[in-house]
T-cell receptor, first 115, second 116 residues
């Protein structure tokens, strides 16, 4: 069975602070994909990044960066110089080939960035 | 280009009633998935449809059903509503073939269902 754990329920930071959201996953498969989504108060899940299990290179996109470590089954997400607009719930998700495509989500981490 | 659109935005029903939720995928996407998100939890997979056929089903009772139309839009139906069915119902569409785990799923803003 697949499982995604986001141990941090809520994080509060002040604008311009750096913040890291943790994600730990469990799977017996060798081929799988990891995702991060952002859910602002409007409710829509916004895709941020996809990473496959064979690519352990870290990725940076503007103020966002992701650290994938297969040895510890972790896929952490860092926001540098946080902004108020970053306030949202962030979900880590895992997908594998089941004959169909379904995402297994963590419970999410609510990030509150205050001015 | 329009994203995934869902209707209605909000819905209030009473126990025992039936509800139909609608979803239009991104143009060109042939796969539609439905997820249930209870307050404070991550979304849970309900169904996936591809080319009008059910390709996957999550751990939900038979009161939940869905279908996909020739234009790739989809409906989620829930019968005999229970208080526990109160949730945000999210629709996602993806390009390509349904079984590819690498497919990115693009989500709509959801329908918030309240069962009283």
């Amino acid at each position: 069975a697949q499982k995604v754990t986001q141990a941090q329920t809520e994080i509060s930071v002040v604008e311009k602070e750096d913040v890291t959201l943790d994600c730990v996953y469990e799977t017996r498969d060798t081929t799988y994909y990891l995702f991060w989504y952002k859910q602002p108060p409007s409710g829509e899940l916004v895709f941020l990044i996809r990473r496959n299990s064979f690519d352990e290179q870290n990725e940076i996109s503007g103020r966002y960066s992701w650290n994938f470590q297969k040895s510890t089954s972790s896929f952490n997400f860092t926001i540098t110089a946080s902004q108020v607009v970053d306030s949202a719930v962030y979900f880590c998700a895992l997908n594998k080939d089941l004959g169909y495509s379904t995402l297994t989500f963590g419970k999410g981490t609510m990030l509150l960035v205050s001015p | 280009d329009a994203g995934v659109t869902q209707s209605p935005t909000h819905l209030i029903k009473t126990r025992g009633q039936h509800v139909t939720l609608r979803c239009s995928p991104i143009s060109g996407h042939k796969s539609v998935s439905w997820y249930q998100q209870v307050l404070g939890q991550g979304p849970q997979f309900i169904f996936q449809y591809y080319e009008k056929e059910e390709r996957g089903r999550g751990n939900f009772p038979d009161r939940f059903s869905a279908r996909q139309f020739p234009n790739y839009s989809s409906e989620l139906n829930v019968n005999a509503l229970l208080l526990g069915d109160s949730a945000l119902y999210l629709c996602a569409s993806s390009p390509g073939q349904t079984f590819l785990a690498k497919n990115i799923q693009y989500f709509g803003a959801g329908t918030r269902l309240s069962v009283l």
